[in-house]
């Protein structure tokens, strides 16, 4: 999702250089966050991976729970007519904050698991596109302080997430905002770019809710999604430009990502897709474990991602440079689906075993082989050159000719050194066969590792 912003002409500000910060590059695991009023109802018409519906049903068929506030007003949609089913004809989606209550919510709980679970990064949403906040705002009273919960969410998010060692970011909705916007539901990619507010009082209102969450939290990571309103793109105090020089000036080690449309970013992000090799800029692959980032009550689990499928998609984005920022959507209730923690945890029992592969880890000069069995490669800050077996059930690979050497003479499996013949056959030790993933290690420094 690499978007430039619109061409601002001659009097267009410039933005300060801001180097990705090194805990970033080390950290690779991070857990996003989707939860808000649209966790109630947490519904979409379920979609099974790989399932394709026509561009025209794309929104009125749209696959994120969190988007209920505006597929919920595309008539005749699956979502207006369960809403109308359990809700009746006459409630409207924001009506339903007052019925949010989080009984269940425990924010250290939830923390020392993503952190047991080897993320070293939480991003909550503090604001969705509905314009709910979950923070004590000055800026409106539809906010989770005021509303249902009577709680600021984000704050008691941010003191667990550092208690429990994480770093904390958060996600805000730049672009949309449905709660100060009255415009026709979004119902194709042109209208998601078109019908939304880019004058000056809502750009400020962004601002202002922004920097409220950038003076209390310092938020190690601001991961802004869509775009930001065109009139915070000029010069000015309560422009991007300033709300950046703010935020690093309070933040040094702070991170943005890509999603701003103006020309600043931090790392690029990619949302349910991958980069296609190794890439000179930094990046992180997004997505849910099912086909949506809110709770979708509607999923199984058909529609999560595999325990190993996950196991190989953070190998390959880390071979690649990129992080992964895995999605969890917990209940409205603040429990966390069984379901989804169960990937979560298995996740981190395999990093908890082969996680000198991944933290603290850089790209090689190549990530994969484009012929044989499939491995990835990443390279250790001490030099140990890692390469990771993507189906070791397979028994055996054959190493590519630049590896046969220095493997022959230090690689092993772990604490178990490697049978490497002459032709750089090397046989899988029965004992891995069965993971997701197994680690060969080479203890030699090798081409492209600096
Ligand atoms: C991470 C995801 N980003 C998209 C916009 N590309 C949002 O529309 C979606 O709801 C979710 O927040």
Redesign the pocket.
């Known amino acids: ?1 690499r978007r430039v912003g619109p061409d601002l002409g001659p009097d267009a500000p410039a933005y300060p250089q801001h180097e990705v910060p090194s805990w970033y590059r080390d950290a690779k695991f991070g857990v ?1 966050v ?1 939860w808000g009023l649209y966790s109630i109802p947490a519904w979409a018409r379920p979609r099974r991976p790989g399932e394709h519906v026509p561009v025209e049903l794309e929104y009125h068929h749209h696959q ?1 729970a ?2 209920y506030a505006n597929t919920v007003r595309i008539p005749g949609s699956p979502t207006r007519l369960l809403h109308e089913r359990e809700y009746g004809v006459g409630t409207s989606y924001e009506d339903l904050a007052d019925s949010w209550t989080i009984e269940a919510f425990d924010p250290r709980r939830w923390m020392r698991l993503f952190a047991d679970c080897g993320a070293r990064y939480v991003v909550p ?1 503090a604001k ?2 509905d314009g709910f906040c979950l923070w004590d705002t000055a800026t409106t009273s539809f906010s989770s302080v005021r509303r249902g919960p009577r709680r600021d969410l984000i704050a008691e998010l941010a003191e667990a997430a550092r208690e429990a060692g994480l770093r904390f970011g958060l ?1 805000f ?1 730049g672009a ?1 905002d449905w709660h100060v916007s009255d415009f026709a539901p979004i119902r194709s990619a042109t209208d ?1 770019f078109t019908l939304r507010r880019n004058d000056e009082a809502f750009a400020r209102y962004s601002f202002d809710q922004l920097m409220e969450l950038v003076d209390r939290h310092a938020p190690d990571v601001l ?1 802004n ?2 775009d930001w309103p065109d009139a915070g793109k000029t010069a000015g105090p309560s422009s991007l430009r300033a709300l950046f020089e703010r935020y690093y000036e309070q933040v040094p080690g702070g991170v943005v990502n890509d ?1 701003w449309g103006v020309p600043h970013l931090g790392y690029r992000t990619r ?1 349910y897709h991958s980069e296609e090799g190794v890439t000179p800029w930094v990046w992180e692959a ?1 997505r849910g474990l099912g086909t949506s ?2 709770y979708n009550r509607a999923e199984d689990d058909r529609h999560l991602i595999g325990h190993g499928d996950l196991v190989r998609l953070l190998v390959d984005t880390v071979a690649k440079n990129g992080n992964l920022l895995l ?1 969890i959507g917990p209940r409205a209730d603040g429990s966390l689906p069984e379901d989804q923690v169960e990937r979560l945890r298995h996740l981190g029992d395999w990093l908890k075993a082969h996680g000198e592969a991944i933290y603290r880890t850089r790209p090689w000069v190549r990530y994969a082989e484009p012929v044989g069995a499939p491995v990835r490669y990443t390279v250790g800050p001490d030099g140990a050159f890692h390469l990771i077996a993507m189906d070791p059930s397979a028994g055996w690979l054959r190493l590519a000719d630049d590896l046969v050497e220095s493997a022959r003479a230090t690689a092993s499996w772990g604490d178990v050194p490697a049978v490497v013949d002459a032709s750089g056959h090397v046989t899988i030790p029965p004992g891995l066969r069965g993971l997701p993933a197994a680690v060969l290690t080479l203890r030699q420094a090798h081409p492209g590792t600096g």
Do not use: I, K, M, P
């Open positions: 999702d996003f989707h994120y969190e988007w949403t969705h596109h996600y909705s949309l998601l991961w999604d869509v999603r949302e997004t980032f809110g999605n």
